[in-house]
């Protein structure tokens, strides 16, 4: 799958993960986390804050610029839309591009938390979770007096897609596994795989990896004023037909860059990992899984799968454990 190559963290690391696949009652942080940046589609400026939280609060929203009761907790049945990134909704309130934090809340056992965020959007950050592990990890978690809360099943779960063959089966298992496959019928990225177990590093071996597109995705989405926070400082470019100069001026001027290059069939970017798109997809993966409401305890396995497909087997899910 490719050697790990760029992402150690150099901060004094207090989450040990094989500590986190033996925890056996929740935990909330230690302090609260601040984040600024924009929203990937909204290009908005955006504030959000990460605050200890009580047991059996698990992952809540807190709408601050509409007020202290627009909550939105982390479920699936809240989800809204799955178009490009994963949104929740409550009455007024919603909040996108959840994913990403959800993936790092979940890779690093944190239960309990409340997000206090000024705008509709997450901001994007660098297009992966590694702020947010590198943020947390120095200080460790504050564990709780309550038992952590698995999501078990007792049959297999599973969606298709007979059009493109997109599939996501959960399957009962007495530990979690989680195994996706990606192909875009790609020259540049070819099929990828990539895993996710007890014996997985989160941290380093999938928090680092980020968001990605096609340029010719991004030359459509600029035409039609859309991703107006995304550049290449938070996403991986693929280029995967032949480009002019025209085009690449063109897009290096949407985004506010000077002229970029194309390397390797990516645009001005070296990869963490060979299959870093994989690894990529699985950490979304992670994150919109979260929406059953806890950690699962099941064998995952993902063919083509993205937002949509992710949360709708996570809504079965939450269906049956009612």
Same mark, same amino acid.
């Given at each position: 799958?490719?050697?790990?190559?760029?992402?150690?963290?150099?901060?004094?690391?207090?989450?040990?993960?094989?500590?986190?696949?033996?925890?056996?009652?929740?935990?909330?942080?230690?302090?609260?986390?601040?984040?600024?940046?924009?929203?990937?589609?909204?290009?908005?400026?955006?504030?959000?804050?990460?605050?200890?939280?009580?047991?059996?609060?698990?992952?809540?929203?807190?709408?601050?610029?509409?007020?202290?009761?627009? +909550?939105? @907790?982390? #479920? =699936? %049945?809240?989800?809204?839309?799955?178009?490009?990134? /994963?949104?929740?909704?409550?009455? *007024?309130?919603?909040?996108?591009?959840?994913?990403?934090?959800?993936?790092?809340?979940?890779?690093?056992?944190?239960?309990?938390?409340?997000?206090?965020?000024?705008?509709?959007?997450?901001?994007?950050?660098?297009?992966?979770?590694?702020?947010?592990?590198?943020?947390? +990890?120095? @200080?460790? #978690? =504050? %564990?709780?007096?309550?038992?952590?809360?698995?999501? /078990?099943?007792?049959?297999?779960? *599973?969606?298709?897609?007979?059009?493109?063959?997109?599939?996501?089966?959960?399957?009962?298992?007495?530990?979690?596994?989680?195994?996706?496959?990606?192909?875009?019928?790609?020259?540049?990225?070819?099929?990828?795989?990539?895993?996710?177990?007890?014996?997985?590093?989160?941290?380093?071996?999938?928090? =680092?990896?980020?968001?990605?597109?096609?340029?010719?995705?991004?030359?459509?989405?600029?035409?039609?004023?859309?991703?107006?926070?995304?550049?290449?400082?938070?996403?991986?470019?693929?280029?995967?037909?032949?480009?002019?100069?025209?085009?690449?001026?063109?897009?290096?001027?949407?985004?506010?860059?000077?002229?970029?290059?194309?390397?390797?069939?990516?645009?001005?970017?070296?990869?963490?990992?060979?299959?870093?798109?994989?690894?990529?997809?699985?950490?979304?993966?992670?994150?919109?899984?979260?929406?059953?409401?806890?950690?699962?305890?099941?064998?995952?396995?993902?063919?083509?799968?993205?937002?949509?497909?992710?949360?709708?087997?996570?809504?079965?899910?939450?269906?049956?454990?009612?």
């Amino acid at each position: 799958e490719g050697a790990y190559r760029a992402y150690v963290t150099d901060e004094k690391t207090n989450i040990d993960q094989k500590d986190i696949q033996k925890m056996k009652k929740q935990n909330t942080l230690k302090r609260e986390y601040a984040f600024s940046g924009k929203g990937l589609h909204s290009g908005r400026p955006v504030t959000m804050t990460l605050k200890p939280a009580p047991v059996n609060t698990g992952i809540r929203f807190v709408r601050t610029d509409i007020g202290p009761d627009a +909550t939105i @907790d982390a #479920l =699936a %049945e809240n989800v809204s839309s799955t178009a490009r990134s /994963t949104t929740i909704s409550s009455g *007024e309130a919603t909040v996108g591009t959840i994913e990403h934090l959800l993936s790092a809340l979940t890779g690093l056992g944190v239960d309990n938390v409340l997000v206090d965020i000024d705008s509709a959007e997450v901001p994007i950050l660098d297009g992966s979770a590694k702020p947010y592990v590198e943020a947390i +990890t120095p @200080d460790g #978690l =504050a %564990e709780q007096d309550a038992p952590r809360h698995y999501v /078990t099943l007792k049959e297999t779960v *599973e969606y298709k897609n007979p059009e493109t063959g997109a599939f996501l089966r959960i399957e009962p298992a007495d530990t979690f596994s989680y195994d996706i496959t990606i192909d875009f019928n790609s020259r540049v990225l070819g099929v990828q795989s990539a895993r996710f177990d007890a014996g997985t590093d989160y941290i380093r071996e999938i928090s =680092a990896c980020r968001t990605f597109c096609f340029f010719h995705e991004v030359e459509y989405l600029l035409a039609n004023n859309l991703i107006k926070g995304g550049d290449v400082d938070n996403a991986l470019v693929i280029v995967e037909h032949p480009i002019t100069v025209e085009q690449l001026k063109n897009v290096c001027s949407h985004i506010g860059k000077p002229e970029l290059k194309v390397k390797d069939g990516y645009l001005n970017e070296s990869l963490h990992f060979d299959n870093e798109c994989a690894r990529h997809k699985l950490l979304d993966l992670i994150g919109d899984l979260r929406l059953t409401g806890g950690f699962l305890q099941a064998k995952v396995t993902a063919y083509k799968s993205g937002h949509t497909i992710n949360t709708a087997v996570a809504k079965m899910v939450r269906e049956k454990i009612k």
